[in-house]
């Protein structure tokens, strides 16, 4: 196995199975999560993952593709993707919930179920992650940029184990279990930095592809998650400015290796 695909596995286990077995612990330490600190948390990953996409996939998947429109049409194809996905999930829930009337909305069976489904969703979602950390490899190799954006990825995974946990824990379920729960989701991660991986050597209009496809999934997670859900736990400008402070950590941290 080659350095770079063997460091592509390493990084996304620990962003992704890591990152979420992390928020699962947490959950069972403070079986009540604040809601100011997880506003401003999401906030922060928020513009942490704007800058990413917009400065570092983006620019690459551009630079790579042989065409202009290619990358903008991908970017919007993963966009889409994951709105459609998401949709489906959503579907899912309320036809399980129509289909299952005489379980009261605040009971124990409830919670459980809420907790596998979410399970369930961010398995789902950490597929295209994934791939932006592979098609990052792809490009920079053992670089910088891939370990900034799985960086990213692990602190987004950690509100989403500990919402994956609470409910679970308050079911009744053993720590162990929720824990366990919430870092099996981040398998996906690693399968899908794996397909980005592969896809992003075989030619510079895959990587193109790759690229936009994930920024394009990362696009939906902040814009229709992690920020309305920041605002829902907490209603303050503060929580939008840590999104500013968010991207402008990223802009460091991307160009501060070409000085």
Same mark, same amino acid.
């Given at each position: 196995?080659?350095?770079?695909?063997? !460091?592509?596995?390493?990084?996304?286990?620990?962003?992704?199975?890591? *990152?979420?077995?992390?928020?699962?612990?947490?959950?069972?330490?403070?079986?009540?999560?604040?809601?100011?600190?997880?506003?401003?948390?999401?906030?922060?990953?928020? *513009?942490?993952?704007?800058?990413?996409?917009?400065?570092?996939?983006?620019?690459?998947?551009? *630079?790579?593709?042989?065409?202009?429109?290619?990358?903008?049409?991908?970017?919007?194809?993963?966009?889409?993707?994951?709105?459609?996905?998401?949709?489906?999930?959503?579907?899912?829930?309320?036809?399980?919930?129509?289909?299952?009337?005489?379980?009261?909305?605040?009971?124990?069976?409830?919670?459980?179920?809420?907790?596998?489904?979410?399970?369930?969703?961010?398995?789902?979602?950490?597929?295209?992650?994934?791939?932006?950390?592979?098609?990052?490899?792809?490009?920079?190799?053992?670089?910088?940029?891939?370990?900034?954006? $799985?960086?990213?990825?692990?602190?987004?995974?950690?509100?989403? *184990?500990?919402?994956?946990?609470?409910?679970?824990?308050?079911?009744?379920?053993? $720590?162990?279990?929720?824990?366990?729960?919430?870092?099996?989701?981040?398998?996906?991660?690693?399968?899908?930095?794996?397909?980005?991986?592969?896809?992003?050597?075989?030619?510079?209009?895959?990587?193109?592809?790759?690229?936009?496809?994930?920024?394009?999934?990362?696009?939906?997670?902040?814009? !229709?998650?992690?920020?309305?859900?920041?605002?829902?736990?907490?209603?303050?400008?503060?929580?939008?400015?840590?999104?500013?402070?968010?991207?402008?950590?990223?802009?460091?941290?991307? !160009?501060?290796?070409?000085?």
């Amino acid at each position: 196995m080659n350095t770079p695909l063997l !460091f592509t596995i390493l990084l996304t286990a620990l962003t992704g199975v890591g *990152g979420l077995g992390l928020g699962g612990g947490l959950a069972v330490l403070l079986r009540h999560e604040s809601p100011r600190t997880a506003s401003l948390l999401l906030s922060f990953t928020a *513009g942490l993952m704007l800058c990413i996409v917009s400065l570092d996939m983006v620019p690459e998947a551009v *630079g790579a593709s042989p065409a202009l429109w290619m990358a903008p049409l991908c970017l919007l194809l993963g966009f889409a993707v994951t709105f459609l996905l998401n949709c489906w999930i959503d579907k899912s829930v309320h036809h399980s919930d129509h289909n299952h009337p005489h379980v009261c909305a605040c009971g124990h069976h409830d919670l459980h179920t809420a907790g596998i489904v979410l399970a369930a969703a961010v398995a789902l979602h950490n597929m295209p992650v994934g791939m932006a950390i592979g098609t990052t490899v792809a490009a920079d190799g053992v670089s910088y940029a891939a370990a900034i954006a $799985a960086a990213t990825i692990a602190l987004h995974n950690i509100p989403e *184990g500990m919402s994956i946990a609470i409910p679970l824990l308050h079911d009744g379920s053993k $720590a162990a279990s929720a824990v366990a729960v919430a870092s099996l989701s981040g398998l996906p991660t690693v399968i899908g930095a794996v397909l980005g991986y592969y896809m992003g050597t075989q030619a510079p209009a895959a990587l193109s592809i790759a690229l936009s496809l994930a920024g394009g999934a990362m696009l939906y997670v902040v814009f !229709f998650e992690l920020l309305p859900e920041a605002y829902q736990q907490w209603r303050s400008r503060w929580a939008m400015l840590f999104s500013v402070v968010g991207f402008a950590l990223g802009v460091l941290l991307i !160009f501060s290796h070409a000085h």
